[in-house]
């Protein structure tokens, strides 16, 4: 890269130093100039590379050579929000440490899911299916009791309580952070009781009064976009640009929650794959994932078993557990940093070997 663009790049980094993600990150002691490991999702080599500091000597050095591996292959937006990203999030009885990805097991309570999972809210074989998700390497589990899939129709408030607040009671003795899928304020309140660490939101808690049934809790939230509804999203979904256009509605979200004095510790976001979007427009968000890392957030993908999948392999969706695999790989390539998925031991074996990848000298 010629001189212009290193002071490009060079110029891309001090703007983001003093941005909001910037001063958060130096507010918990990660100022990106101080030395320490670097906060950056696809190499550990910016900053710090094996056998050296990065003092005023080395760090122009090491910055011009990961600055131009990075220019090669992406746009300079990109280059500014996949090199800063929170590492700690706020979940319920957990601080998380992502600096390294985590892996989130689906949990389906539903007796309609899209993968034919469902446990219809049994709660010893939701049990049996945690302690096995856990055994094979899971970090959080992600409890849901209504379908979203496309075409699907709601529950009622009480049905998906009578499924949800029973399996959270049960699985909260096992000291891990358990995510709740809903979108019902009613259902957000009873599962907040029961014991629940994170709310995942398919709608961004958009819905009247979802804001207020967890803004003063101290529960992580997992903003998701969504265009439509589950009955009709995937009804010729519709976008100018897909990524810009979530990218903005995440940060509508981002202002609103903070607005209402949700730390921003506690935020998470989804891009949503499969939700009111078409294939092309899926596989675009996974390729520039990490422009959803709005302010430095971290993102959480879920693409497990989804058709995207299927539409490139055509495999069924129970047999969709290479391509799902795959893709929670390049999803953390990209910048991710919770993936969600049905398959957690496959899931464990190619971020093993993704992290060797990243770490190599």
Known sequence: MNAPGVKVAGALLKELRNSLAGKALRARGRDPFDGQRPLDPFTDDFFHAPGTTATSQTRSSLFQKRARHFLKSAAPSEFAEAFFFMTRFACGRFDLDLSTPRIMAIVNLTDDSFSGDGLRGN?????????????????????????????????????????????????????????????????????????????????????????????????????????????????????????????????????????AGVARERIMLDPGFGFGKSVDHNYSMLKHCARFAVDGLPVLVGLSRKSMLGAVTGKAVHERIIASVTGAALAVEHGARIVRVHDVAATREALQVWRACAEAA
């Open 123 to 259: 709660v010893a074989a939701a049990l049996r299916q945690a302690e096995k998700a856990l055994e094979d390497g899971a970090d959080l589990l992600d409890l849901g009791a209504e379908s979203t899939r496309p075409g699907s129709d709601p529950v009622s408030d009480a049905q998906e309580i009578a499924r949800i607040a029973p399996v959270v009671e049960a699985l909260f003795r096992l000291n891990v952070p358990l995510s709740v899928d809903t979108l019902k304020p009613a259902v957000m309140r009873a599962a907040l009781a029961a014991g629940a660490d994170m709310i995942n939101d398919i709608k961004g808690f958009g819905a009247p009064d979802a804001l207020e049934a967890v803004a003063g809790s101290r529960c992580g939230l997992c903003v998701m976009h969504m265009q439509g509804e589950p009955r009709t999203m995937q009804r010729e979904p519709y976008y100018f640009d897909v990524v810009a256009d979530v990218a903005d509605y995440l940060a509508g979200r981002v202002r609103t929650l903070v607005a």
